[in-house]
């Protein structure tokens, strides 16, 4: 069975991927976490707010990695599943689709900070048995975010960080933030 958790950054994915995965390791289940080796800010998995779980990481394209360690799990999850490549969807439709009794739990983001999906999060939501999209709260307005809008220039898509690099938007801010960053850019050209 595949589980996704997805959402903005703040939105409290890990800590939900955390909690669930604790709740089997009770039950004395053969858990592993797994996050891929594009994440590099720690060894562990580490929630916003300090909760720590030990993982594997595995290179983002690395099957039989992954093979192995699923054989040897009943449980596994995978934290910044966006960062995996399409070997990790390609092997979760495999088994999620032959009737496994293993319970797959995928976390990230489903969408980068520019509002496109993100990686293989869609493809994995889209052959999942459940699927829990979570949101932060606007550091502007207090909605519901919608966005993780990058506080910072980017070249490309990924770029791995946290509060010195993203903060949680609904779309109208992250729109007036856009704007705001558009005009200075052009003023600073102007200068």
């Known amino acids: 069975m595949l589980e996704v958790i997805t959402g903005g950054m703040f939105a409290g994915k890990t800590e939900e991927l955390l909690r669930r995965l604790e709740r089997h390791r009770i039950a004395r289940r053969r858990v592993a976490l797994i996050k891929p080796d594009l994440d590099t800010r720690t060894t562990k998995v580490r929630t916003h707010n300090g909760k720590e779980f030990d993982s594997i990481t595995v290179g983002r394209k690395d099957r039989a990695a992954l093979e192995e360690i699923i054989n040897e ?20 439709k495999e088994l999620e689709q ?8 995928a976390c990230g983001l489903d969408m980068d900070s520019e509002g496109e999906p993100f990686g293989i999060m869609p493809a994995l939501m889209a052959i999942a048995s459940d699927v829990t ?11 519901p975010a919608n966005i993780s809008f990058s506080v910072v220039d980017k070249k490309e898509q990924i ?29 600073s050209f102007t200068v």
Do not use: P
């Open 159 to 187: 770029l791995v960080g946290g509060k010195d690099m993203y903060k949680a938007l609904c779309w109208r801010c992250a729109a007036i933030e856009k704007r705001k960053k558009k005009e200075q850019s052009e003023q």
């Open 133 to 143: 999209k979570l949101h932060a709260v606007c550091e502007n307005c207090f909605v």
């Open 98 to 105: 032959s009737g496994t009794e293993k319970i797959f739990i």
């Open 73 to 92: 799990n009943d449980v596994i999850g995978f934290d910044e599943a966006e960062f995996f490549s399409d070997e990790l969807y390609r092997l979760l």
